[in-house]
């Protein structure tokens, strides 16, 4: 009886479909491997160098995030805390941006007045200096969290807008020559032909404005703030103390890597999933 019921009980645990390991293998392997070489590159200058000042080994700097991350410093804070502050900024900065980014797309593909008067400034926009966004912004903002915000979302609209925009006016006319023979909604139209064939689209336009927010939101931080990873890279490079630099890049490299292979990745393999059963 005893071993029936442990049979039961056991056969009760599902098991992982093989799809599912294969993929998280495969995801590992895209992020161990090339962390792995770097590693072992970072170690191999570090002791030729034999110069922690100028680039410090690894095992230092492991240290000194060590403590870091479980110490307060001056500000009353752990590099979690300032890590939390910038990714928080760029998430929202990112989700604002690529907002504008659908709206001002969608207005560009559907009205001809937007067109005109919105795509010959366009270039302009795209060129404008990063660094001259952020200055700005600083000084109309008076050195505050919407200062980081605006200058974020300013600098990396356009790039998202434009991509959009390309893809409304890449949409099948066959689809949606045959939603207006059947009569189809304008709900219907959105909903089956230009939200599945933006979908691509809008995560290709969101990868593109998250890599730019990030870099954007650090270097505010570097111009004009007290608090956040940006600020902390500023503070210990001043000083001359690259150990600490490398220390708070670290675990900003790290939560880049989990957005991107823990959050969009997964997201983007499950709304795509369609096209696997397709083929």
Not at 195 to 211: E, M, N, Q, V
């Amino acid at each position: 009886m005893a071993s029936e019921t442990g049979a039961t009980s056991s056969a009760r645990i599902p098991a992982l479909p093989d799809d599912f390991l294969g993929t998280v293998l495969d995801r590992a392997r895209q992020v161990l491997v090339p962390l792995v070489v770097i590693g072992a590159a970072w170690y191999a200058a570090a002791s030729l160098l034999a110069n922690p000042s100028m680039l410090p080994p690894p095992g230092l700097v492991f240290q000194r995030i060590v403590e870091i991350t479980t110490t307060t410093d001056f500000h009353q804070m752990t590099a979690i805390d300032h890590l939390t502050v910038t990714v928080q900024r760029a998430l929202f900065a990112s989700v604002l941006a690529l907002a504008f980014s659908v709206i001002g797309g969608i207005l560009l593909s559907t009205s001809d007045l937007a067109e005109d008067s919105i795509s010959s400034w366009l270039p302009f926009w795209m060129t404008t200096p990063t660094l001259v966004i952020i200055l700005l912004a600083m000084v109309w903002f008076r050195f505050s969290e919407t200062s980081v915000i605006f200058a974020a979302v300013v600098a990396s609209t356009p790039f998202g807008m434009i991509n959009i925009w390309e893809g409304a006016q890449d949409v099948d006319y066959n689809l949606l020559t045959m939603a207006d023979t059947l009569e189809a909604s304008t709900y219907m139209t959105w909903r089956h032909v230009y939200l599945p064939h933006l979908l691509p689209y809008l995560f290709g336009s969101y990868r593109y404005i998250l890599g730019m927010v990030w870099k954007i939101v650090v270097l505010s931080e570097v111009f004009g703030l007290s608090v956040g990873i940006g600020a902390m890279f500023s503070y210990y490079f001043q000083q001359g103390n690259l150990v600490m630099v490398f220390a708070y890049l670290m675990p900003f490299i790290a939560v880049v890597l989990v957005i991107e292979y823990g959050v969009l990745k997964p997201l983007e393999t499950y709304l795509f999933r369609w096209r696997g059963q397709s083929t």
